[in-house]
């Protein structure tokens, strides 16, 4: 099955997130996405105000019923910092993969991507898919396979976060379950 990996901390999921997947499986063709929840991020800063077991919960929860969509708690149960290497060598090794694994990486992180751990070993490994978060036109790097033309929805974890904690409202920006698990819960608080 053509599959691709989507990390990052879901720290919470959004909509924005679902979307990107939708895009990547409507232009590329994939059948499969695998969704990894970092433990520790290695490239952004830490906001954990909730557990990761809490994170893979509310993940658990948005792709709950979309199809193709699964979620994966390898680097959690890894713990310690996650290092996108470690993750595609255990999807590699546990899941029937067709053709190259595909690895989503924003244009926000792109300009990094040499500094993170075994960059070149990770490019021989997966298709590099670039989707847009931050900037309008493709960024000149080395590394890029494919560049999603998707459009940019102005939602992020962070924003989320502060919208909670100032207690303004959040539906439409997470799915239904994610955000009646956040409120039940007073996450973000």
Request: hydrophobic content about 35%; glycine content about 6%; charged content about 30%.
């Amino acid at each position: 099955m053509r599959t691709f990996i989507f990390g990052g901390s879901f720290n919470p999921v959004h909509t924005g997130h679902l979307f990107i997947v939708q895009e990547v499986m409507f232009q590329l063709g994939y059948e499969r996405a695998i969704l990894v929840p970092a433990n520790i991020a290695s490239h952004k800063e830490n906001h954990t105000v909730i557990t990761p077991q809490e994170r893979l919960e509310m993940l658990h929860a948005a792709v709950d019923g979309i199809p193709g969509c699964i979620v994966e708690d390898c680097d959690i149960k890894r713990g310690g910092i996650t290092y996108s290497i470690d993750t595609i060598h255990y999807i590699l090794e546990h899941y029937d993969i067709t053709g190259r694994l595909g690895f989503i990486i924003g244009d926000d992180l792109l300009p990094d991507f040499g500094t993170w751990k075994k960059p070149d070993e990770i490019k021989s490994l997966v298709d590099l898919i670039v989707v847009r978060r931050n900037i309008e036109d493709p960024i000149d790097s080395k590394y890029p396979d494919f560049y999603i033309k998707n459009k940019m929805l102005p939602i992020s974890s962070t924003e989320i976060r502060e919208r909670v904690k100032k207690g303004y409202p959040i539906r439409y920006l997470v799915p239904e379950k994610v955000r009646e698990i956040i409120e039940q819960r007073r996450f973000y608080k």
